[in-house]
């Protein structure tokens, strides 16, 4: 990176701005012209006192989590012997058995703090390494557990066989539907229920703590990440948050953002993405394509395609933003990429064309 494009404030700052930045690159154009569609009140609460106006929303109190010392990193003991770890943006858990440390992914903004998180509770090494799915955001790290026994669904291992990156050790043990991990008296219990935010993306049950792990489908305070989390299977990540609730935990760890997440989190989510869905659903069908016509070269099918696509989630996200920007973090900043993948998905997934259904 050169001074010129070197973004200011805190590493979690200048991450988060980058990641921003490139999740919306491919829909500028979008932003852009959805922005008068977006209504006066929304344009209104999209302007903080703290903000240039046009910059995003305040952070609702329902986002905010326990501010992260100037370790960079925090660690709680959220139940018996397991540890809660994260720099404000990703989190992963660890368990302090009588067989040594089970880790469940690796984040690497965390890194290296993973090994001093660790050894302020304890001197044992991590002995059992477990992928929540092969995402490198989340398990970019995993190489530090270098000694231990490596978890993972067997698609994680293919995915992780295709690219073949030193930081993410193949596993040594895979399964397909179920896998127990115990240590000591300790039990986690793995999961995998078909595709859904990736191949492979697997539900961590710890039943003695009531704790479940699922990453990268509920944002306990935040919508979704950009185009419903960057997710491979947008029907099986749908269903993914009532597959979550049939389990009995009372704490969720989704990965990210700010703080822990509980039921009433995975509830809230499926709300705000079932109105999301209906939103969009309704804009496939009441969008006139003829306005398209209007703005683009009629000779280019691609500028036909974007501009209808882009004005289909602009008309969905402008009806859900006004609900949503005091309820959830960052309602202003991604539900028109979400809304953009949700009308794609409604098209190719479920069958709803619009106007480009079959030809009368
Ligand atoms: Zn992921």
Redesign the pocket.
């Known amino acids: 990176m050169t001074s010129s494009t070197a973004e200011p404030g805190t590493p979690a700052r200048r991450l988060l701005t980058r990641r921003n930045l490139l999740a919306s690159t491919g829909l500028a154009a979008a932003a852009v012209s959805a922005a008068p569609l977006l209504g006066s009140s929304t344009a209104q609460a999209t302007v903080s006192p703290d903000c240039p106006p046009g910059t995003t929303a305040p952070v609702p109190p329902a986002a905010k989590g326990p501010a992260i010392p100037a370790s960079g990193y925090l660690v709680q003991e959220i139940a018996d012997r397991v540890y809660w770890l994260t720099d404000g943006l990703y989190q992963m858990i660890f368990v302090t058995t009588a067989e040594g440390v089970v880790a469940v992914d690796a984040p690497p903004t965390i890194g290296n703090n993973i090994g001093r998180a660790i050894a302020t509770v304890t001197n044992s090494p991590v002995t059992h390494a477990i992928y929540s799915?092969h995402?490198a955001?989340?398990t970019g790290a995993m190489a530090l557990y270098e000694g231990a026994r490596f978890y993972a669904h067997r698609q994680v291992a293919d995915l992780l066989r295709q690219t073949n990156d030193p930081n993410r050790p193949l596993p040594d043990v895979t399964f397909d539907r179920h896998l127990s991990v115990q240590a000591g008296e300790d039990l986690l219990d793995l999961a995998y229920h078909g595709p859904n935010?990736?191949p492979g993306?697997i539900f961590i049950n710890l039943p003695a703590q009531r704790i479940l792990m699922l990453?990268?489908v509920v944002f306990p305070g935040w919508v979704p990440f950009a185009y419903l989390?960057?997710s491979q299977n947008i029907p099986g990540w749908l269903e993914a948050p009532a597959q979550a609730l049939r389990y009995p935990f009372d704490t969720y760890i989704g990965g990210h953002l700010t703080r822990l997440g509980n039921r009433d989190d995975v509830i809230i989510q499926q709300e705000y993405v079932a109105e999301l869905k209906a939103q969009t659903a309704s804009a496939i069908t009441t969008f006139n394509p003829a306005s398209v016509y209007q703005s683009v070269d009629p000779a280019n099918p691609w500028a036909i395609f974007r501009a209808y696509l882009d004005g289909i989630a602009a008309q969905a996200a402008s009806a859900v933003v006004p609900n949503w920007i005091d309820r959830l973090g960052g309602a202003d900043v991604y539900t028109l990429s979400n809304a953009y993948q949700l009308a794609e998905s409604l098209r190719i997934d479920y069958g709803q064309l619009g106007p480009f259904g079959i030809h009368p």
Request: glycine share 0%.
């Open positions: 799915h995402h955001d989340h935010h990736s993306n990453v990268d989390a960057e």
